[in-house]
């Protein structure tokens, strides 16, 4: 699987937001993650980096 | 390996930007992608969408 952790970077650190992430879509709030599972989290950030290899995904707030 | 292809949208139309992608980091003019060869790509969009399991990232034109 081709998942990645989806990392939110605040004050210069990194936390972990949501484990194995599927799909990034636009949402009215700012981004929807699902993860493989189906399972969605909703968080007023944007996409900053990826990091596919290390499955990163790294957001920061909008 | 766990990179992604990624589509530049336009118009509704994805067109095949880059294949291989392992990391997408901001730049002054938008973004620079990797591929997992080391070969950049610099690109005035942001990241739209992701699809991971189906190796997609999707950027659309600022």
Do not use: S, T
């Not at 484990?19 to 950030?45: N, S, T």
Request: proline share 2%.
């Amino acid at each position: 699987m081709c998942e990645a952790n989806a990392y939110l970077r605040r004050d210069g650190k990194e936390e972990l937001f949501l484990e194995m992430v599927d799909k990034v879509l636009p949402h009215e709030e700012g981004l929807v993650l699902e993860d493989i599972f189906g399972r969605r989290k909703v968080v007023k950030a944007k996409i900053a980096e990826l990091a596919l290899v290390d499955h990163k995904i790294i957001l920061e707030k909008e």
